[in-house]
């Protein structure tokens, strides 16, 4: 039963545009969410986080977007950068912003940006 | 580099060996997880301990599987008897203190025969 789920394995975008990566979760108990980065040969690498009592966290480049009525949040980087070029895992967290560390990840979007 | 050190990186076994993972956590940070990653998915959460304590091994197969976190020393991650199932990436993530930022290792991938 996969809770998380996103749904485009991969996404391709010029250097400069937005990157837009999507998430679905099925569980309405989660309400707490976290995208992750990994490289190759590394480990993730936390990103941005967003409570379910906001609808938007912005960071830098990086902006998260949650819509808990549809159960569905969005991680868009503007502009994208080469050096963005990795897998983006969306994550869940199902007792608030002080749930230990016990996070329920998507399959993981490979993002690729051309020069 | 004062991140969470996982060894070996890559570790080989034949059916029926024993895999011991190793994970040094953050200095300072007691609270360790340890996640899966088979190919094409996603990590999923094997267990959560703190030291000498398990708190959380609701992700752990019930059987060949163990993880412990000494007072002293690393958190180690065994499995016993290991089959082909086992290949994938072993990710190790401490934390300061509950529900605080995980940091992940590079992880330990291993390779069943």
């Known amino acids: 039963d996969q809770q998380v789920k996103q749904n485009s394995p991969s996404l391709s975008v010029q250097e400069g545009r937005i990157s837009i990566l999507n998430c679905d979760y099925t569980n309405s108990m989660f309400d707490y969410f976290l995208w992750y980065k990994k490289y190759p040969a590394e480990g993730p690498t936390f990103l941005i986080s967003?409570?379910?009592?906001?609808d938007k966290n912005e960071d830098g480049r990086f902006t998260v977007f949650l819509n808990k009525s549809a159960k569905h949040l969005s991680l868009h980087i503007v502009p994208s950068q080469p050096g963005d070029s990795a897998v983006y895992f969306c994550?869940?967290?199902?007792?608030?912003?002080?749930?230990?560390?016990?996070?329920?990840f998507g399959q993981g979007t490979i993002l690729t940006v051309h020069p | 580099n004062a991140g969470v050190m996982q060894n070996p990186r890559h570790l080989v076994r034949r059916r029926g060996q024993e895999a011991r993972l190793r994970c040094s956590p953050v200095?300072?940070?007691?609270?360790v997880y340890w996640y899966r990653q088979l190919p094409e998915e996603g990590l999923k959460f094997m267990v959560y301990l703190q030291k000498e304590n398990i708190i959380d091994e609701s992700g752990m197969p019930k059987e060949r599987f163990s993880a412990e976190f000494p007072k002293e020393g690393p958190s180690i991650l065994r499995i016993q008897q290991v089959v082909r199932g086992d290949s994938a990436a072993y990710f190790c993530?401490?934390?300061?203190?509950?529900?605080?930022?995980?940091?992940f290792g590079s992880g330990t991938q291993l390779s069943v025969l």
């Open positions: 967003i409570s379910s009592i906001k």
């Open positions: 994550a869940a967290s199902g007792l608030g912003g002080t749930s230990y560390g016990k996070l329920t």
């Open positions: 200095k300072g940070h007691s609270h």
């Open positions: 993530a401490s934390s300061v203190s509950s529900g605080e930022k995980l940091f």
